[in-house]
């Protein structure tokens, strides 16, 4: 509700008009302008969204000054600290937390819904052996909404939500696929005996002679509760560019499917999910300890493309409080799986002279949660270009209850924005001005 206005005078004209000031239940109030064009005949210019609120949302709140990340509520903290990524999920999508009926049957029909159709596992077949996993991941989630589209009325709530926790139960199995096709191993079907996270590093890593997980093989439970634990802080980020793109693709009435499609194809940039594959990366080229003040130099240098991938971030200009979570959790499953892998000694060296640099304390450029997952990632066994299909498992809870928002309105606008248009005035062929 409005309490406040703002009031914007046409300086040219002279027209002034007042909007009202939206009020939110935390964080800045929100101009609405949309009468704008009409009452003073013009446009705003927000290139990247920076000042612009593309909706109204329920699910997730963040304070970037503050550190503070909230879903439904809850701060992200006594989440990760407390649930299991399912009842993350869950609550993203329903508003409240499931009470343990509503928890078991929530896993049930996820570990139901993972297997996938044989002629889509087919699909696989039609890339090429070292196509990016990303790559398979936005062609077979799109190739989805071929599967599904008959029973895809998107008006109808209950098949709303049956796309949606199908997304979520089918994305590990076929995640788990891409990479087994990069590999050249077999198909592992899902089970559904195992939970979430253990289920998907099933489908990752046995063998055919052996399984990842049986009575012989035990699963660390601590590799478990660390993918459980990424998955929970990387599952929903507020209107960030893939969520948005899943709701720019969804205005127009598309297909879910698609539009997660859309989603994951968007989260692919190194500006984006890329980052921690980026990181990786970026400290392999980094090389070594000693090269570490020449690289900051270098980030620092604006005719140098070099950026140092996993720091800064669009919203948080503080710690980003998932990157405080998962520095934990990656020291603990480091020494944990005994890993002395340098690339970790150098990850701590450049957090280290950047966080003392004057041009990133200035800059307010802190490590991001990218950062740290790639690290965790790597020692979990995970293989670097596999990084962002690993958000991509995690963030469809945030897309897909974005999308059931969305739908859930009574009207949705199809999102159009406008331009401020900087090209020629018009003028006519030569043939025509020859005449
Ligand atoms: N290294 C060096 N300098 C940087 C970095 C960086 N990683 N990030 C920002 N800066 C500098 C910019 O050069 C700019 O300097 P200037 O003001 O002197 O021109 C200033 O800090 C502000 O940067 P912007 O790019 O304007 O900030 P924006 O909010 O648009 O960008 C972004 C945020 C894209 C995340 C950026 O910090 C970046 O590219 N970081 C590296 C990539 C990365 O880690 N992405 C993951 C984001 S988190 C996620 O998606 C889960």
Redesign the pocket.
């Known amino acids: 509700m409005a309490n406040n206005t703002l009031l914007i005078k046409h300086t040219g004209t002279g027209k002034q008009v007042e909007y009202p000031l939206l009020k939110s239940t935390l964080g800045a109030e929100t101009v609405e302008i949309r009468n704008l064009y009409k009452d003073l005949g013009c446009f705003t210019h927000d290139p990247?969204f920076?000042a612009t609120a593309s909706c109204t949302s329920k699910i997730t709140y963040i304070d970037g000054d503050n550190g503070i990340l909230l879903y439904r509520g809850y701060p992200i903290e006594q989440l990760a600290e407390h649930c299991e990524f399912t009842e993350v999920a869950y609550l993203l999508m329903h508003g409240e937390l499931p009470n343990e009926r509503e928890l078991q049957d929530f896993n049930l029909e996820i570990s139901d819904r993972a297997i996938i159709h044989e002629s889509l596992r087919k699909f696989f077949d039609g890339f090429h052996y070292d196509a990016h996993p990303m790559a398979m991941l936005v062609g077979v989630v799109g190739s989805l909404s071929a599967f599904y589209h008959s029973e895809m009325n998107i008006k109808d709530p209950a098949q709303r939500l049956r796309a949606a926790t199908r997304m979520i139960g089918k994305m590990p199995t076929i995640a788990a696929a891409s990479y087994r096709h990069s590999v050249g191993r077999p198909f592992v079907y899902p089970r559904m005996d195992l939970s979430y996270c253990e289920n998907f590093l099933n489908m990752m890593f046995s063998r055919s002679s052996q399984n990842y997980i049986d009575q012989d093989h035990y699963i660390d439970q601590d590799f478990v509760k660390a993918l459980n634990l990424l998955f929970i802080l990387?599952a929903d980020?507020e209107q960030?560019?893939s969520t948005s793109t899943v709701r720019l693709a969804a205005s127009t009435g598309a297909n879910p499917y698609a539009c997660v499609a859309a989603g994951i194809a968007a989260?692919w940039g190194?500006?984006?999910?890329?980052?921690?594959e980026?990181?990786l990366n970026m400290l392999a080229e980094i090389g070594s300890v000693e090269n570490v003040p020449k690289y900051i130099a270098k980030?620092?240098d604006?005719e140098d493309p070099?950026?140092?991938?996993?720091?800064?971030?669009?919203?948080y200009k503080n710690f980003?409080p998932r990157a405080t979570i998962i520095r934990k959790t990656c020291h603990e499953v480091l020494s944990k799986t005994q890993t002395n892998d340098p690339l970790f000694e150098l990850a701590l060296a450049v957090e280290e002279h950047a966080l003392k640099d004057e041009?990133?304390i200035e800059?307010k450029?802190y490590p991001?949660?990218?950062?740290y997952s790639g690290i965790i990632y790597k020692a979990l066994g995970i293989p670097v270009d596999m990084f962002t299909v690993m958000?991509a498992i995690a963030r469809t809870s945030g897309w897909v209850s974005h999308w059931l928002e969305m739908m859930d309105e009574p009207t949705t606008p199809i999102s159009r924005p406008r331009q401020l248009y900087v090209g020629p005035t018009q003028r006519d062929l030569a043939i025509i001005k020859n005449l």
């Not at 190194?270 to 921690?276: C, R």
């Not at 070099?306 to 919203?315: E, Y």
């Not at 991001?368 to 950062?371: A, C, G, M, W």
Request: glycine letters at 12%.
């Open positions: 990247g920076v990387h980020h960030n560019a989260l190194p500006a984006h999910g890329g980052a921690n980026a990181v980030a620092k604006h070099f950026r140092l991938m996993g720091f800064g971030h669009r919203v980003d041009y990133f800059k450029l991001n949660v990218d950062f958000f």
